[in-house]
C-alpha cells in the first residue's frame, strides 16, 4: 500500500498546486493566459510544449494491481509554409506497475513509445489536422511493450472561438513489422475533448478517452472532468491540470477501479 499512498500523494501535491497558481504573474502581453490555455487546448497549435502527464490507476485486472505511468509528450511545431503546419506530437510513457501482470509482479521501465504528425492547414472555422501515426518498440521490459513496429493515419477535427475549444482527435495502428512471436499490434484510440478558458488561465472541462484493441476484443471508455492553469514560475509558462479517470466501459482484465490524472506542462511562448 505504500506504492498506492506515495504516487497518490505526489498527485495530490500537483493538484493543490495546480489551485495556488491562479494568483501568480500572468504570461506577457501578446500572450495572455487565456490565449495560451486555448493553445494549449488545441492539439495543432504552433505552440512548443512539454507536458508531463502523470497517471495512477488502481484495482486493474484480477490482482487487483495498480500502476503510475508518466507520459513525457513534448509538441514540436514546423512552418512548412505560410498556410501549412507540420505539428509533431510524441509519446513516451515511463511504467510502474504492480500485480498487473500476476499476483507478486513488478514491472518498471519504458514502455512503446507513440509518435504523431499532424499536417494543420490554416483555416477558418473548422480545425483540421491529418497525418502518420507511428508505433515505436522503445520499451525496456518485455511486459512492458508489444515488440511491434507499427503505422496507420490520424485526424484532429475541432473548432475553437476565444475561450471554447471543442473536437477530437483519433489514430488507428496497426503493427506491420517486429517480433513474430508476439501477437499483432491492431488499435483505435479516440479522445472527444470540450474546454472553456478564462482571462485569468483558468479551464474547465471534460474528455473522454476511447481505446478499442481489436486483435485483443476489448474496449476501454473513460470519462475526466478536468480544471486546468497557466501561471508562470520564475520565468518559465507553465500549465497545470488535474482530472479523475472514470472507468465507464471495460473489460474486468484490463479496467482499474479508479484513476487521477495530473498534468504539468513546460510551455515556449514563440
Not at 518498471?108 to 499532424?118: I, K, N, R, Y
Request: one cysteine or more; proline letters at 6%.
Amino acid at each position: 500500500m505504500n506504492y498506492i499512498f506515495n504516487k497518490l500523494f505526489f498527485c495530490i501535491s500537483l493538484f493543490a498546486l495546480s489551485f495556488t497558481v491562479f494568483a501568480q504573474e500572468e504570461p506577457k502581453p501578446g500572450n495572455s493566459a487565456q490565449e495560451l490555455a486555448d493553445k494549449m487546448a488545441n492539439p495543432v497549435a504552433s505552440l512548443i510544449s512539454v507536458p508531463l502527464q502523470n497517471n495512477l490507476t488502481y484495482g486493474i485486472g484480477a490482482y487487483n494491481g495498480s500502476k503510475y505511468q508518466i507520459n513525457i509528450q513534448p509538441v514540436v511545431p514546423f512552418k512548412l509554409s505560410e498556410n501549412l503546419n507540420l505539428i509533431t506530437r510524441y509519446i513516451l510513457p515511463v511504467v510502474d506497475q504492480q500485480d498487473v501482470t500476476g499476483e507478486n509482479t513488478h514491472e518498471f521501465g519504458l514502455s512503446d513509445a507513440t509518435v504523431t504528425a499532424f499536417f494543420a492547414p490554416k483555416t477558418k472555422g473548422i480545425i483540421l489536422g491529418i497525418g502518420p501515426a507511428f508505433l515505436v518498440p522503445t520499451a525496456t521490459e518485455k511486459l512492458l511493450g508489444t515488440e511491434k513496429f507499427g503505422i496507420g493515419p490520424s485526424v484532429l477535427v475541432m473548432h475553437q472561438g476565444k475561450g471554447l475549444s471543442i473536437g477530437f482527435l483519433a489514430n488507428q495502428i496497426w503493427s506491420v513489422a517486429g517480433n513474430a512471436g508476439r501477437a499483432d499490434f491492431n488499435q483505435f484510440y479516440t479522445q472527444l475533448f470540450l474546454t472553456h478558458s478564462y482571462k485569468s488561465g483558468a479551464s474547465l472541462g471534460i474528455t473522454s478517452e476511447i481505446t478499442q484493441n481489436w486483435e485483443g476484443k476489448t474496449t476501454l471508455i473513460t470519462v475526466s472532468p478536468n480544471v486546468g492553469a497557466i501561471t508562470k514560475l520564475g520565468g518559465q509558462t507553465m500549465q497545470f491540470a488535474v482530472m479523475p479517470l472514470i472507468p465507464v466501459v471495460g473489460h474486468s482484465s484490463i479496467r482499474p477501479d479508479w484513476g487521477l490524472r495530473a498534468v504539468v506542462a513546460f510551455i515556449f511562448p514563440q
